[in-house]
């Protein structure tokens, strides 16, 4: 940001004193200051002034303005000639230097501008050197009409040196750019930030399952119970009944009541309650709600992609756009990355992977947990009855990749694991096997950026063990998961795993520092003892080995509930020994049947603690942090802990946790105290202004909102002191669930990040399962019965179509508990990788009318009866046993 006009004038600096003064007296004398014998509030004295020559007046001076502009005063105004075809904001700025601030104090900025051709610029008050650090960060849209401004903000800090600047570039035609009547006043009144929460009745804006429970909250000032009614959409009485009065509700400061409907099981859409002369967003009650968010909160992913152009058939033209870091001008790209200085004297090719949040840096601890959540996504279709995996299947989800035989949802995984261990530190060079903790740009990437135009050097940082545990956990999930479609990928992944183990082993204190934020976010980890855990639990569940077991069980948190799963808070990239426990606990592995009844009891004590929150919270959200502490990414947490409540019904079968996970959707679909719907596109109150540098149209209106599925970060209780500028501004004082704004500019409330939407495709993928709310009623039914000789059994299974349609060809697949290996099988086709069986019919049997059955069977190599294998799928469907 370099100025091309004179310098500012000299003494400029000296006018904080005299506001610090100025305050000091109006401090002592408890009022504004007046004049001599004036009353301070019949006659305050302006605030003063901190823009010199903001009329034009005296000309051009102070003012500044980057060397690819001219400028000029005409008519009395500042006007700017911003030349075209510039990719940036930034690329084109008029400013005035040296303009003191006083941290807390509450500033007015305003001014009148006209623009040639409409623009929309950034107004920002920051820092004038790097980090460039603002107390302002508004974007304006100046059309040929001139129309006066005016913001209010608060400084962050003391500035003896901050700046004013204009940001007009970004724009393909040049525009003449005019400034009028600038000025900038300490003293202002800080508004007072009142949320628009729409109804006072509160719903879940999607809707409820037919079967499961109906739960809203009225926020009212009544002391007794109050009538509600629920009403269809042609305004006929579908239920009526009164409130309960709960109080006043801690996480929001407000008096709520709450009411139950789920006695009604009539499907419709355009349902609304009707209570305390308010009428709620209306809602349906369906058993598909949740059929699109499965895919769209996939979609994400694929849109995030670094290294890759987003495809228009896949997910519009306004979605589209080219390959970002490959090394094409601008970018440098991440194909032959450096080190930060001091940190390595070798380059990688670390292209691909997810870009990590409303930034485009990429992240390995970041990436772990959520390349992880995707893979459970996919696992528990394996392991859960009723988890159906077509609709996760190749040509199911919107990926390039459609025809490969694949999965689509690994294909996605796979861009990330790809990228992660790309970041492992070469054999031959120090801390081999080690993995960085991440690359980004050397700078804090601009708002808005496309990838592609990005110009900055990306760097490498250190290696980490938090980073190395994070790869040694999915590559031994990936290994597992990818043998049945690409054993030398799969392959690849166990190598990575093992050597990362290995590696962290021999290095098992090298965190993240946390003064390494300049660019991108720290992510820093005290302790990975979480970490040691979690890569334990795959490696194990993985090879088996013993080595891996004796690792889990010598663990502090080997199965202790609490520490795994905290009740006020819950697993998080930080935390992520609950990632190995619900491994342990679903996937057939080597553990004795006390070593995993202990395990599994960790997930139900945990989901025990969550049905509660449900149920006690008014609010019905699955989160209770000590203190209100609504933490930065709270939505994520909710959804980490429906993870664990749906992991658990999938165990138990029992309804309570089903239900609990239910109430979670409702708090995250506008049951909550702002009434508003988290999740891109579903709701009638949707956040659709997340912090995001392409998905900026707030910033920018060429660009677009975030597509559907796309979770918001959602309340902070700190946002106000964390350094986002319009929380600053506007939550100071705010209760844990109302601290919260829908704005592109707001990173600690509304940012978007890859980690927050993995556990919403984990949850969306239960909620399409969970049907009317009971869960699917299967179509098919397994028998699945074995005989035991001298070194192996015979097992012989029957499958029955018990739907009413023809089932041509048919494909059944399962996991074999311990170490079986199959041998000889017959009336199927049976193929084995790792513990998945798959058997597909042979000619004369490819298809399974309604009401008939198949018999094939096989011997395997185990001694004694083999075990039942749980879940069965035909055709990706799960199967009833029996």
């Not at 610029?121 to 107390?135: G, K, L, M, R």
């Not at 050597?499 to 946390?514: G, Y």
């Not at 939505?635 to 165990?651: K, P, R």
Request: net charge negative.
């Amino acid at each position: 940001m370099n100025a091309s006009s004179p310098p500012p004038p000299a003494g400029r600096a000296r006018r904080r004193s005299r506001v610090l003064g100025i305050l000091a007296v109006a401090a002592l004398t408890g009022g504004a200051l007046g004049a001599p014998g004036a009353a301070a509030a019949d006659d305050p004295a302006p605030a003063p002034e901190q823009i010199t020559n903001g009329d034009f007046a005296a000309g051009t001076a102070p003012w500044w303005w980057t060397a690819n502009a001219s400028a000029a005063v005409t008519d009395g105004r500042l006007c700017t000639q911003a030349p075209a075809g510039t990719a940036n904001p930034w690329d084109v700025i008029v400013g005035q230097n040296d303009i003191p601030l006083v941290a807390g104090e509450t500033y007015t900025l305003t001014y009148t501008a006209t623009s040639t051709a409409p623009l929309s610029i950034h107004t920002n008050v920051q820092q004038a050197t790097e980090p460039y650090a603002t107390d302002l960060s508004a974007t304006d849209t100046v059309s040929a009409e001139a129309t006066p401004v005016t913001h209010v903000f608060t400084a962050a800090a003391d500035r003896d040196d901050a700046q004013v600047a204009f940001q007009i570039g970004g724009n393909d035609a040049a525009a003449t750019f005019c400034l009028d009547d600038v000025s900038l006043r300490g003293g202002a009144e800080p508004p007072v930030y009142v949320p628009d929460t729409g109804s006072r009745v509160r719903v879940n804006q999607v809707g409820y399952l037919p079967r499961g429970p109906k739960n809203g909250t009225l926020v009212t000032d009544a002391k007794t119970p109050l009538p509600w009614t629920l009403k269809t959409a042609a305004g006929a009485t579908a239920a009526a009944g009164t409130t309960v009065p709960g109080g006043e509700d801690a996480t929001s400061r407000q008096n709520v009541h709450t009411f139950d409907f789920s006695d009604v099981t009539t499907t419709g859409n355009g349902y609304t309650i009707e209570a305390d002369g308010q009428v709620s967003e209306p809602f349906s009650i369906r058993a598909d709600l949740y059929d699109s968010l499965r895919g769209d909160s996939l979609a994400y992913f694929y849109q995030n992609r670094s290294g890759i152009a987003i495809d228009a058939d896949l997910v519009g033209e306004e979605y589209a756009r080219p390959a970002g870091h490959l090394g094409a001008a601008p970018n440098k790209g991440d194909t032959d990355v450096p080190c930060q200085p001091g940190v390595c004297d070798y380059r990688l090719d670390v292209r691909g992977g997810w870009y990590d949040a409303g930034d485009q840096g990429k992240y390995v601890v970041n990436g772990g947990i959520a390349v992880a959540e995707l893979m459970d996504t996919y696992e528990r279709t394996l392991t859960a009855d009723g988890a159906e995996s077509a609709e996760l299947g190749d040509g199911a989800l919107r990926v390039p990749e459609h025809g490969n035989a694949v999965p689509d949802i690994l294909d996605e995984a796979r861009w990330e694991l790809d990228f992660m261990m790309r970041m492992q530190v070469p054999a031959g060079n120090p801390l081999a096997g080690m993995v960085h903790h991440k690359v980004h740009d050397a700078q804090w990437t601009g708002l808005p950026m496309m990838p592609h135009l990005d110009p900055q050097q990306r760097e490498l940082h250190p290696p980490t063990t938090a980073a190395t545990l994070n790869l040694a956990a999915a590559a031994a999930q990936c290994a597992r998961l990818f043998a049945p479609y690409d054993a030398e990928f799969a392959a690849r992944c166990r190598t990575a795993a093992t050597t990362a183990w290995t590696a962290a082993k021999a290095h098992p204190d090298i965190l993240a520092d946390p003064a390494d934020g300049v660019g991108g976010g720290t992510y820093e980890d005290n302790d990975v003892t979480d970490e040691f855990y979690w890569a334990a639990a795959e490696l194990f569940t993985t090879t088996g080995d013993e080595t891996y077991r004796q690792a889990l069980l010598a663990s502090p948190l080997h199965g202790d509930a609490d520490a795994v799963f905290p009740a006020d808070g819950g697993m998080w990239w930080g935390e992520t020994a609950g990632l190995g426990v619900l491994t342990l606990a679903t996937v057939p592995n080597d553990l004795t049947p006390a070593q995993l009844t202990q395990v599994r009891s960790v997930v139900t004590t945990a989901a025990g603690h969550y049905a509660g929150q449900t149920e006690d919270q008014l609010y019905g959200v699955p989160y209770a942090p000590a203190g209100q502490n609504y933490a930065w990414g709270s939505n994520s947490q909710v959804l980490n802990n429906m993870i664990v409540l749906a992991t658990a019904a999938d165990l138990t079968g029992d309804s309570e946790y089903r239900d609990a996970v239910l109430r979670g959707a409702d708090y995250l679909f506008g049951r909550n105290p702002l009434n508003q719907s988290y999740v891109t596109g579903y709701g009638t109150r949707d956040s659709e202004n997340q912090h995001h540098r392409v998905w900026a149209h707030q910033s920018d209106p060429a660009l677009p909102h975030p597509p559907p599925g796309s979770l918001a970060g959602g309340p902070n209780l700190t946002a106000a002191t964390s350094g986002d500028p319009e929380a600053a501004a506007k939550l100071k004082g705010c209760a844990a669930a109302m601290c919260y704004l829908d704005s592109n500019g707001s990173y600690a409330t509304n940012e978007v990040a890859i980690n927050w939407n993995a556990p919403l495709a984990f949850v969306a993928s239960y909620l399409d399962d969970a049907g009317d709310g009971a869960g699917p009623a299967p179509a098919c039914r397994v028998t699945y019965s074995s005989h035991p000789w001298n070194t192996g059994s015979t097992t012989t299974v029957t499958v029955q179509n018990t739907g009413t349609e023809a089932v041509t060809p048919w494909s059944l697949t399962w996991l074999l508990p311990g170490d079986q290996k199959i041998g000889h099988a017959w009336s199927a086709e049976l193929v084995q990788h790792g513990r998945t069986v798959t058997a597909v019919p042979l000619s004369w049997n490819r298809t399974l009318a309604p009401g008939t059955s198949v018999d094939f069977g096989f011997n395997s190599s185990i001694a004694g009866p083999a075990a039942d294998p749980g879940a069965v799928k035909l055709n990706g469907r799960a199967c009833t046993s029996g």
